[in-house]
């Protein structure tokens, strides 16, 4: 059964302490980003243009662009400068970036990768990684795995996470993981690894858009909850039921964006933001279209952060 809004907020106490929290400059709660995926089939400079044209300071790069590498721990020395100077050049600072334990977390080499993506991160000034848990499908939406089999993979990838966790501890960087069905699937279920896992250095990063999609659930009752553990968004919007690949602008979908800033903000909240889809139904678009969607999700987006940071 679907909450109302009015439902939501009876059952979100913490809400009602918003006017308690400490009064600190709205810029300083949050920082308001992009990510380079949506122009991923386009070069990397590309995408920094438009995203710096959009309004956007902060950028959250793609690994690869036009099917070739761009932010891996494979890159030079000197490619690594040279990518530093083209994010400086671009006047957007990158503030993070994807990492992918869940590929192959009992694999010895998939570990020592996954370690140089945390150490890639730090080098680039990026205090906050992102991944996905296991797949909780063999296939979606229908087919879950086994129990036993489930289990089992949910055991291995935390055993593995604990020690990307100590990894990140000595570099001071966050791992965050985000909903993604599986072991990240709500709000309720992000809250038992968390409690699972606990390091200053491990928490979530949030995305409405995915638990709408994956799991038909918008807003998710166990956000106020979770929100405490909440360090950073990936936003997007989502029109239609459970497995509907439909992501339009922010702004123009189901999600509750207002609603969902509140309770984050209640809940401590201060970190990076980043649009990550403006695809709509999907299918290609131009390059100027891209332009102007993120163009719309900025500015919906930043006077609704600033509104709801200073409430």
Not at 207 to 233: C, R, T, W
């Amino acid at each position: 059964m679907k909450m109302t809004k009015r439902e939501f907020l009876k059952r979100a106490p913490g809400l009602a302490s918003l006017a308690g929290l400490p009064l600190r400059a709205a810029a300083a709660r949050y920082q308001l980003g992009c990510q380079t995926l949506p122009y991923r089939a386009l070069p990397l400079s590309r995408a920094l243009e438009g995203i710096r044209k959009a309004g956007y300071r902060y950028v959250m790069p793609y690994s690869t662009h036009q099917g070739k590498p761009v932010l891996v721990p494979a890159l030079t020395p000197s490619e690594r400068a040279g990518l530093k100077r083209q994010f400086k050049d671009a006047g957007l600072e990158p503030f993070m970036m994807f990492a992918r334990l869940g590929a192959s977390p009992r694999n010895a080499d998939g570990m020592k990768a996954y370690l140089s993506e945390l150490d890639l991160a730090a080098e680039f000034g990026m205090k906050i990684v992102i991944d996905t848990g296991p797949w909780y499908y063999t296939k979606f939406p229908n087919v879950p795995k086994r129990a036993v089999d489930w289990e089992k993979e949910c055991d291995e990838f935390c055993a593995a996470l604990e020690k990307g966790v100590r990894h990140a501890e000595s570099i001071g960087v966050t791992i965050t993981l985000k909903p993604h069905t599986g072991i990240t699937a709500t709000g309720a279920a992000c809250l038992r690894l968390v409690k699972r896992i606990v390091s200053d250095n491990f928490k979530i990063c949030w995305d409405a858009g995915n638990v709408s999609f994956y799991e038909g659930i918008n807003p998710d009752p166990d956000l106020a909850d979770l929100a405490p553990f909440v360090k950073a968004v990936c936003i997007k919007d989502h029109l239609g039921g459970r497995a509907e690949a439909n992501f339009p602008v922010p702004g123009s979908g189901q999600i509750d964006h207002e609603l969902m800033f509140r309770t984050l903000f209640a809940g401590g909240f201060s970190g990076p933001l980043a649009v990550e889809r403006v695809d709509g139904k999907g299918g290609p678009v131009t390059p100027e279209i891209l332009d102007e969607r993120i163009t719309q999700a900025y500015n919906f987006l930043a006077p609704l952060l600033e509104k709801t940071a200073r409430a």
